[in-house]
């Protein structure tokens, strides 16, 4: 069986010094609880950082930490306060974090910390691959490591990766902004499976990978020059029995036994029991809307005076990253805000707001969501928020309401909360007042569907969807490598294609012999192409033809001294070795005035796009326009055509980025056979990357070797990546 590692940031263990030892604690958070059981059955280990700086630790320390690591199967990755600072605080807090929640305008656009994020993303790379098996599947996560799926995958291209992104992945109009917006994304590209937690934000990754690397996307898959990746929602879940058990067996504990805070909370109902809590849990981060969530409870107070006296917001605010400038003004912000509040509507017996700044053992924080009657989540940007998640698990009584903002991600899954626009603070408050008023029945209904849904799909339930998505592309990625040629395949093909005494060759050009170019003209033949035809038409058991979509005169400039046949637009034209220009059917071109004004009106309106007009055929170019455009006005073109294709029999063909029209019954296929029938050959070779090049495939009898290149499904026997290995193949055929 291969082994499942992890690799994150940090290792999911705390290291405390007691007595001049150390000792580990498990961390209590969701990831670590759903990536122990995974790394434990899977017989993995878990490389990361272990929250200590290198320079702090002797000699001796660091290896008694790596020992006790060692014992947990855990690697350490250690930092120095440099990179800590620099890669950490630097170019993960400073620049992906506000980037990725939209807070451009706090990044720090500094080059030492890019610098710094390569460099400790290379650590975790090498320190990973000195464990990492071929078979075995790594899964990288978040933010702080998106270079290291390339890193891995680069040196162990055998090891299937998965990487999933905690946070939200921002549109392409803001990661565009980021100066190094294409290594980030080649380096998240590194991976086989790449998850997030919304299909917004996998929808926003695919597009950054559109328009920076041009790749082409179909449905979730996407189509590297030498592999397929896919991307997936996978809304996290968390352990959900965990919070339901802890929850009832507070509920159940005796008066004497409960703690301070629990007791502090029954005090508060005591006063009377029409009290209600609304609870508030995050860390002390911009994108949170602690602000915003503020003013609407200060609105709700005034909009609705009878509840003075009646309802208190607890807002617990974990300290988080004190150091950074936007920190300290959001902390003076808040303690304003909470100071003015509680100014203005507490009184001896009533605090409006409860503040606290700390973080609370984990009892306690069961017991703040068991009490507290609404969950009000405001942020302006979230990846998912489990503590949404967290409350509802809690609720063993099925009471309480869930107000939570349209930003958060887990709102895709609670349809039964209310949702509200954190920029919204009339809404925030009118809210507030429903849901302290919703009635009880109501507020079961809610819940017992919001419960249902959190329980199944808890955080085992995520981690296990997870790996069956690494386990499902790896079967397609073998799929569409069964039919790439192997070195032992290409001998096999080589030495048949020597022993065979005539041979016909049939060679598409561009995607084939060529790299695509923006500009179709200019695509012409390099020295190394020149030099591989010659060297096949040198041998006189070949008979080489270049079959293409081009036109004539563009072939015949390129080609017209070698000594290969020339079939261009598609079929409609011959040029024999020595010949002139034939045409192979009697078509007419009289459909192309009319067509041409709607091909023309197109160009219009999709910018980066052009006509090519061949003698039998007109062709749309939509490779420069922006790529979801371009793939949706395609669509439409083929609509308006569709009727007017059977009038004057023509035939829609789709190429690579291009829609072309032409005469109907006239292919790649038919005029190959057709040449074929001249002349009795026994090796027949037949190379081509689109689905023009398909009629040619399925045409030539079975005998046939057909190659197809680039991983697409294919009628054709095999496969080749890339322009340049079927140049290599070639080579090796001109040897023979
Ligand atoms: C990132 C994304 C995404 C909070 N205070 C205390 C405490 N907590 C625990 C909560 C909860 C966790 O911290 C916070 O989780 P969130 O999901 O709200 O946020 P981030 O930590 O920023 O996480 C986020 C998440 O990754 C998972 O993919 O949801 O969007 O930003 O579990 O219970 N725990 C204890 N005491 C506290 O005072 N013990």
Redesign the pocket.
């Known amino acids: 069986m291969s082994k499942i590692h992890i690799v994150s940031n940090r290792l999911p263990l705390s290291i405390n010094k007691e007595n001049d030892t150390f000792n580990l604690s498990p961390s209590?958070?969701?990831?670590a609880t759903g990536m122990r059981s995974v790394y434990k059955e899977y017989g993995g280990k878990w490389v990361g950082w272990p929250g200590l700086a290198e320079d702090d630790l002797t000699g001796a320390e660091r290896d008694e930490i790596d020992d006790k690591l060692v014992e947990e199967d855990c690697l350490a990755v250690h930092l120095t306060k440099e990179e800590i600072s620099l890669y950490y605080e630097g170019f993960s807090n400073n620049v992906i974090w506000p980037m990725f929640h939209y807070f451009a305008q706090f990044i720090d656009y500094n080059p030492n910390y890019w610098e710094a994020y390569k460099k400790v993303n290379q650590k975790f790379a090498e320190k990973a691959l000195e464990i990492v098996d071929d078979g075995d599947i790594v899964w990288i996560h978040d933010y702080q490591l998106l270079l290291v799926p390339e890193m891995i995958k680069s040196v162990k291209p055998n090891v299937t990766i998965g990487f999933f992104l905690?946070?939200p992945f921002p549109s392409f109009e803001v990661f565009r902004i980021l100066p190094w917006r294409n290594e980030l994304i080649r380096g998240m590209l590194g991976a086989d499976l790449i998850g997030f937690?919304t299909y917004d934000y996998e929808r926003h990754f695919f597009s950054s990978v559109r328009r920076l690397l041009g790749y082409e996307i179909s449905f979730n898959e996407i189509h590297l020059e030498d592999r397929i990746i896919l991307a997936d929602a996978f809304p996290?879940g968390i352990d959900y029995e965990k919070f339901e058990n802890l929850a009832k067996d507070i509920a159940h504990k005796p008066l004497q036994e409960r703690s301070e805070l629990h007791r502090e909370l029954e005090k508060y109902f005591l006063v009377s029991p029409e009290r209600k809590l609304i609870l508030s849990?995050?860390?002390l981060d911009y994108t949170k809307g602690i602000p915003n969530r503020l003013h609407a409870f200060e609105k709700f107070l005034n909009k609705y005076p009878e509840f003075k006296n009646q309802v208190s917001l607890i807002m617990?605010v974990?300290p988080s990253r004190n150091e950074v400038e936007q920190y300290k003004l959001l902390k003076s912000e808040v303690d304003e805000l909470v100071g003015r509040i509680n100014g203005q509507y507490g009184d001896v017996n009533y605090t409006p707001v409860w503040y606290f700044y700390r973080?609370?053992?984990?009892e306690n924080?069961i017991e703040l969501y068991s009490s507290s009657d609404v969950a009000l989540i405001t942020p302006v940007r979230?990846?998912?928020?489990?503590?949404a998640k967290?409350y509802i698990a809690s609720r063993v009584n099925q009471s309480g309401v869930i107000i939570i903002s349209e930003m958060a991600?887990a709102v895709k899954e609670l349809g039964e909360a209310i949702i509200i626009n954190p920029n919204n603070e009339d809404e925030i408050a009118d809210s507030i007042q429903q849901a302290l008023t919703m009635p009880i029945e109501e507020q079961r209904r809610r819940m017992r569907y919001l419960q249902d849904r959190i329980r199944r799909y808890d955080v085992f339930k995520w981690s296990g969807e997870f790996i069956k998505g690494m386990k499902k592309v790896e079967g397609i990625q073998r799929n569409f490598l069964a039919k790439k040629i192997t070195p032992q395949v290409g001998k096999e093909l080589t030495d048949a294609f020597a022993k065979a005494s005539k041979r016909a060759i049939f060679l598409d050009y561009d995607g084939t012999l060529v790299n695509f170019k923006n500009d179709p003209q200019a695509a012409s033949p390099d020295e190394e192409l020149h030099n591989l035809i010659t060297k096949l038409e040198e041998d006189e058991k070949n008979m080489v033809t270049v079959i293409s979509g081009r036109d004539r005169d563009t072939l015949e400039k390129w080609l017209g001294n070698h000594r290969v046949n020339l079939i261009v637009e598609h079929g409609v034209w011959l040029k024999k070795i020595g010949g002139d220009w034939q045409m192979l059917d009697n078509i007419n071109a009289s459909w192309k005035p009319v067509i041409r004004p709607i091909l023309e009106n197109f160009v219009d309106r999709t910018p980066g796009t052009f006509i090519e007009e061949k003698n039998y055929s007109l062709v749309w170019h939509y490779r420069n326009s922006v790529p979801e455009q371009g793939e949706l006005r395609a669509n439409e073109l083929k609509d308006e055509l569709r009727n007017m294709i059977a009038n004057h029999n023509l035939e829609i063909m789709e190429g690579n980025k291009v829609i072309e029209l032409k005469a109907g019954g006239i292919n790649k296929g038919v005029a190959a056979l057709r040449f074929l029938r001249e002349n009795e050959y026994d090796y027949i070779i037949a190379i081509g990357d689109d689905w023009t090049d398909e009629y040619m495939f399925r045409e030539l009898p079975e005998t046939a070797v057909t190659i197809k290149v680039g991983l697409k499904s294919t009628a054709a026997s095999y496969k080749l990546e890339s322009v340049k290995s079927v140049r290599s193949f070639l080579k090796n055929l001109g040897k023979k």
């Open positions: 209590v958070g969701g990831l905690h946070i937690h996290m849990i995050d860390r617990l974990v973080s609370l053992p984990f924080l979230d990846g998912m928020n489990l503590v967290e991600g």
